[in-house]
């Protein structure tokens, strides 16, 4: 039945009366081949939102019964219809005979052949395709996707472009902030991010894409005007299966740009070749290897942040690690091509922090200016090395170097322990502090407490989220792993743990707080409480200043017991001796 005869028929079965308690496979079916023109056609029966999710339905809705890995769509049309949906779309199976429910007295049954292709460019659609109006920057890659997306998103913020941010962490609106679910959520959730970030007069929409995104084709309606790929490296072969199938996956998001889009791709990593090979748009090649457009050089790392040449042009950054330099350029070199001026984008890439939680550096104020470029008072210098406070007053204070990372995987933690190495200095010692969660992997427990003991000088084994599992029981898994009693400590209290790190460690030490990032919850029992890992370091470096600060003051009054000056003890009449 095609569009024109099915609507004539619908009407006239609506005109004798046929309505009410139906079978969804007694109502009029409408079969549509998949074609652009559809949208129109079905926004016409359609006064309300696309939905993917039988529970989201109200009256007016349109939903699409989408097939997923753990739930079928198909088995929620009743709940959508009773809740008011007007049209309801399903896949063409003949096997398939429907459900029975009190449908609305205009609900229709159209049929397509893939409910998944279509409910995303319907989704936007339906919405007016805010997309358009907008410039929307996708990342994807194993590794690095949410801290290259939130460099951009902050460097363009920075340089005075309203953003929108969606990704892992959370969805950062112009007027507010939302905690994410996941990386890229479902097309009918997009479609509204989108049409919001649009109403919110937003210039540029930032968003992270998942593999699994692009292969359940989430992503479809979308219109990119750039794409970064910043690396593959073996993960999520349980859904995809295979290397190959996991690279074609990303590789989606790269075939379908237009012409007179962008693509970056990091040169160094062995998968560039081939995301970028059905590839319409501009490729741009960034990296540290010969042969890249552009090319990092001098490349200068420190506890402190790094700096480096990138188009002949120098930046610094407070990230750490020669990963974030990689993922500052092409954060970068998505802004160069957008057209941001030069000093402008140094003196932001100066400022930006990056996500939370993701090798975060916690300092023991709040202070935004801390290390800042203005901070100097030399604008003229903006942009050089000296102005970002890469070796601020911050890093001369009596405290270690402390930061938190979400590493909760063997291979994280190790690598996240081997980029401080390379950056800290060899007289210092690195403090690891972390634990694993319950009800999870098991066997990966031992494996991270052998790899702290053999990266760390000092390991201290604390509660992540124990979830229903004991506490103690978790940590002696991981105790099974270290083989030197004397270098670990044991502490299941996890605000206990960090506070006697960040309060025992040396002047210039380097403490890692691993596993929960940017998590400010533990869930122990059943039970959820508050408990942030950047807040609680924050507080020991504030309680280990306050007792620096009275010790001082001890020593000072102490000093003008004996007569001798606390300003300078030589002092000697009022002349310095």
Same mark, same amino acid.
């Given at each position: ?38 949208? @129109? ?8 939102? *696309? ?29 959508? %219809? ?17 459900? @029975? ?21 319907? %989704? ?7 997309? +358009? ?30 953003? +929108? ?60 005007? %750039? ?37 970056? =791709?990091?040169? !160094?990593?062995?998968?560039?070749? =081939? ?27 420190? *506890?402190?942040?790094?700096? =480096? ?38 003196? %932001? ?45 911050? !890093?001369?204070?009596? =405290? ?85 009693? !004397?270098?670990? !400590? ?16 040396? *002047?210039?030490?380097? *403490? ?23 807040? @609680? ?14 010790? +001082? ?17 030589? @002092? ?6």
């Amino acid at each position: 039945m095609d569009w024109e005869q099915g609507a004539q028929d619908v009407q006239s079965l609506r005109e004798h009366g046929v309505q009410g308690q139906v079978g969804l496979s007694k109502l009029p079916v409408i079969r549509l081949p998949e074609q652009e023109s559809i949208r @129109e056609r079905l926004q016409t029966l359609c006064h309300g939102m *696309v939905q993917t999710d039988s529970r989201s339905v109200s009256p007016g809705d349109l939903f699409i019964a989408v097939r997923g890995i753990a739930q079928d769509g198909h088995a929620f049309t009743e709940q959508a %219809a009773e809740r008011g949906a007007t049209v309801i779309i399903t896949e063409a199976d003949p096997t398939w005979s429907g459900a @029975e429910y009190l449908g609305p007295e205009d609900a229709i049954h159209v049929q397509v052949s893939s409910t998944r292709r279509l409910a995303g460019p319907l %989704a936007q659609y339906v919405l007016g395709n805010p997309a +358009t109006s907008m410039t929307v920057i996708g990342v994807t890659g194993t590794n690095g996707k949410t801290t290259t997306a939130t460099l951009i998103e902050q460097l363009l913020s920075e340089c005075g472009a309203v953003t +929108t941010l969606l990704g892992t962490i959370e969805k950062r609106f112009p007027d507010e902030i939302i905690q994410s679910r996941l990386t890229t959520t479902g097309p009918a959730e997009l479609a509204v991010d989108f049409a919001r970030a649009r109403r919110e007069n937003s210039d540029v929409l930032v968003m992270e894409v998942s593999s699994h995104a692009l292969d359940q084709h989430r992503t479809d309606g979308i219109a990119f005007d %750039a794409a970064v790929f910043t690396n593959l490296t073996q993960d999520h072969l349980d859904y995809h299966g295979t290397m190959e199938q996991y690279a074609r996956a990303k590789r989606r998001l790269f075939d379908n740009l237009p012409e007179d889009a962008r693509a970056y =791709f990091f040169r !160094d990593d062995a998968y560039a070749g =081939f995301m970028a090979e059905q590839c319409r748009a501009t490729s741009v090649l960034y990296g540290f290897e010969e042969g890249a457009d552009r090319q990092a050089t001098g490349v200068e790392l420190s *506890v402190s942040g790094s700096r =480096f040449d990138l188009a002949g042009i120098p930046f610094e950054t407070r990230l750490v690690g020669r990963h974030n330099v990689a993922n500052m350029m092409a954060a970068l070199s998505v802004c160069m091509d957008m057209g941001v001026e030069q000093e402008a984008l140094q003196h %932001a890439s100066a400022k930006v922090k990056g996500p939370r939680g993701r090798l975060e550096r916690v300092l023991p104020s709040n202070d935004e200016n801390t290390g800042k470029a203005e901070d100097t008072g030399n604008a003229e210098n903006t942009g050089k090395a000296e102005d970002t406070g890469l070796t601020n007053s911050a !890093d001369n204070r009596s =405290f270690p170097v402390v930061f938190v990372d979400y590493a909760h995987t063997p291979d994280a933690l190790q690598h996240v322990c081997d980029t401080l190495r390379a950056v800290m200095p060899p007289s210092c010692q690195l403090h690891v502090v972390f634990g694993c969660g319950g009800d999870r992997d098991r066997g990966k427990r031992p494996q991270m407490g052998h790899i702290a003991e053999q990266s760390a000088d000092r390991v201290t084994i604390t509660s992540d989220n124990p979830r229903s599992e004991d506490p103690m029981a978790i940590i002696g898994d991981v105790l099974a792993g270290c083989s030197d009693p !004397d270098r670990i !400590d044991v502490e299941a209290d996890r605000r206990k743990a960090i506070r006697k790190v960040v309060m025992g460690a040396s *002047v210039g030490d380097v *403490v890692l707080i691993a596993g929960k990032g940017h998590e400010t919850t533990q869930e122990m029992a059943g039970v959820r409480t508050h408990l942030d890992d950047t807040e @609680e370091a924050r507080e020991a470096l504030q309680a280990r200043e306050t007792q620096q600060a009275h010790e +001082t003051q001890q020593a000072h009054e102490e000093l003008q017991a004996r007569g001798a000056s606390p300003i300078n003890p030589k @002092e000697k009449n009022g002349e310095v001796a």
